[in-house]
């Protein structure tokens, strides 16, 4: 049940990644329409459950003696409902964190070892158990973190068993379907692709499809199924150099698609229809509506000129499932049933609302909307796309527009008692909630990045307004002598930032480091002094779906030999290292 969470899909996808067909309903269904149901999983959330008009549910469904398990929000909400006490916990716990296990008799923990690494996201905690509960678990902030009361079949965890990083979450999920609820294996993740082509063309039905491509693993691997579905006649590619590509892009994906002998991509060159509108722009979330909103207007003009606006195509995109939760939009647009209620961190360039209108008119093909990166990749494969295609790193939609970022005004950086604060504002994700936030600079040459990672997730949370750490690698001034410029999107900052991409990008590639980090994005920050006005940020991080994710240490080397390359350009002041895990960070800056 969706109580609005980031991750509530991803709950249902690990469901049933252990053999259970899971669906997803509204928080709010009734108890009639969860008849059929062997057990119900409750999402986290960004409300607060005593705010007036947070999601609820129909209590009715709590006294169904069907077992049923709330995760972060999904517990608060249990323990609302059933005369416990839910209120603010003194401080938050975003990241990682450790599970002391006291009833190791309870068949929910059961085969748990009494100390765990686990993940939390939460302000909100249940100070007071509802009545009939008893306490499983604590953390060192909070003495809630997992409660049942096995009579009525009632569960609830503060951490999310869901993501990666909770060491044990699987064996937690598959206690509760198999020990708990008694579920049976019976679901098979193999029919997938049938399945998918037969959506394709339901939704296309005597249609044709309309594709942007990128070269990016999701959008050719969506663009690879709508033409098994429907065969190179009903498909039509175009890739649009946005000039917000990186260096070597466009002849990328020209030999990719030569040698994959589609021969129905064509290029179209568009900088000019993009950068335009960009002028003066500063703020992300508009960099990224008029970025989505130019696709619309190139691809409009695209169809016109080709005589493609009969009512005879319709458009396909690569959008995935983080992709559909991260904007707050709506997924899984095939079922209409499971309106994702998730808070918009980051509008995708294919959420915008001219999208959203086509999608309302069912103008919109998304073979991929309901899979995660590591699914999208493992379909490719099995429909026998090169790993050279399928290991390239994500590249964002909205492109280096959204890696290049500006500042309306001139600012100073201060110094705070922790480092430097530093008047960049970047995205964040807290307790299932946007951030905007300035980034700390700390001093430390990151050579123990291990132990200062763990040190930005604490810092973050310790210093209420960052969302964000970096560590200075290596600079021409002190940060004391640096400020923040007006700065915007310019020809010659995307030059610079392509330039500086290049060097990190090649440097990975001879070291094997590539291998090695799920994504890499290089981004350029108007910080520095004199006729040196930007810096560069390196963000290596590991993933396994983009929902969550870890800054990874680099080899001292490594990092070494890429800020002495970076610093040879004049332009460039200084060069950074982003230490902060996702949440509290995003892996993007904007
Ligand atoms: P964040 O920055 O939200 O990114 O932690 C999660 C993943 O999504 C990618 N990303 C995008 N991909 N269109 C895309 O196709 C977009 O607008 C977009 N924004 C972020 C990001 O690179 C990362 O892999």
């Not at 990186?246 to 993009?274: D, K, S």
């Not at 915007?488 to 995307?494: A, E, K, P």
């Not at 983009?546 to 200084?574: N, Y």
Request: proline share 5%; with cysteine; hydrophobic share 40%.
């Amino acid at each position: 049940m969706d109580t609005g969470g980031q991750y509530c899909h991803l709950i249902a996808r690990k469901v049933r990644e252990l053999g259970v067909s899971s669906e997803v309903f509204p928080s709010e269904a009734r108890l009639e329409s969860l008849c059929h149901a062997r057990g119900i999983v409750i999402s986290g959330g960004p409300a607060s459950v005593y705010d007036p008009h947070s999601p609820s549910m129909d209590a009715a469904v709590l006294s169904a003696g069907v077992p049923t398990l709330g995760i972060c929000y999904g517990q608060q909400l249990i323990t609302q409902l059933l005369g416990g006490e839910v209120r603010k916990g003194d401080k938050g716990e975003f990241g990682l964190a450790f599970l002391d296990i006291q009833a190791s008799d309870s068949r929910l923990l059961a085969g748990l070892t009494d100390h765990q690494k686990i993940w939390m996201s939460h302000r909100d905690l249940v100070a007071v158990p509802p009545p009939g509960f008893r306490v499983l678990a604590t953390t060192s902030t909070c003495s809630t973190a997992a409660i049942e009361d096995p009579a009525r079949r009632l569960y609830g965890v503060q951490f999310h068993p869901e993501v990666v990083h909770t060491t044990e979450g699987a064996r937690i999920l598959e206690n509760f379907l198999f020990g708990i609820c008694g579920c049976d294996k019976d679901w098979n993740p193999s029919d997938r692709i049938a399945q998918v082509e037969e959506q394709v063309r339901e939704r296309a039905g005597d249609r044709n499809v309309f594709f942007f491509v990128s070269g990016g693993v999701d959008s050719t691997v969506a663009f690879t199924l709508c033409l098994a579905a429907l065969g190179s006649e009903r498909v039509c590619g175009v890739y649009v150099d946005t000039g917000l590509m990186r260096e070597g892009e466009t002849e990328f994906v020209e030999q990719t698609f030569a040698a994959l002998g589609h021969g129905v991509v064509q290029i179209e060159r568009a900088e000019e229809e993009f950068l335009a509108p960009l002028e003066g722009v500063h703020e992300p979330e508009l960099k990224r509506h008029i970025i989505g909103e130019q696709f619309v207007k190139v691809q409009e003009r695209i169809m016109a000129a080709r005589g493609l606006a009969d009512g005879r195509w319709i458009l396909g995109q690569g959008t995935i499932y983080p992709d559909t939760i991260e904007s707050g939009g709506t997924s899984s647009h095939q079922s209409g049933r499971d309106q994702s209620k998730a808070a918009t961190i980051k509008t995708h360039h294919n959420r915008v609302p001219g999208i959203q209108k086509l999608m309302e008119q069912g103008l919109i093909v998304e073979p991929l909307a309901d899979f995660y990166k590591d699914e999208v990749r493992e379909i490719g494969r099995e429909m026998g796309l090169s790993a050279a295609l399928l290991d390239r790193h994500p590249f964002p939609g909205p492109g280096l527009a959204i890696r290049c970022l500006c500042s309306a005004e001139e600012h100073p950086v201060t110094r705070v008692p922790e480092g430097w604060l530093v008047p960049v504002h970047s995205v964040g994700v807290q307790g299932d909630s946007r951030s905007y936030a300035p980034v700390l600079a700390i001093d430390a040459f990151p050579s123990a990045a291990a132990r200062l990672q763990d040190e930005a997730t604490e810092l973050v949370n310790r210093s209420a307004g960052v969302n964000r750490v970096m560590a200075r690698v290596a600079a021409r001034e002190p940060l004391s002598h640096q400020r923040v410029f007006s700065s915007y999107i310019t020809h010659g900052r995307l030059a610079l930032l392509r330039r500086a991409d290049g060097i990190v990008r090649d440097l990975c590639f001879k070291s094997g480091f590539d291998a090695k980090v799920w994504q890499f994005p290089v981004i350029l920050i108007p910080l520095g002094s004199g006729e040196s006005r930007d810096s560069v940020v390196l963000r290596p991080i590991f993933s396994v779906d983009g929902m969550t994710a870890d800054s990874v240490t680099m080899p001292d080397d490594l990092l070494r030999k890429m800020a002495a390359e970076l610093l040879e350009i004049t332009e460039i002041a200084g060069v950074y290292y982003d230490l902060t895990h996702k949440p509290p960070g995003t892996i993007e800056w904007e």
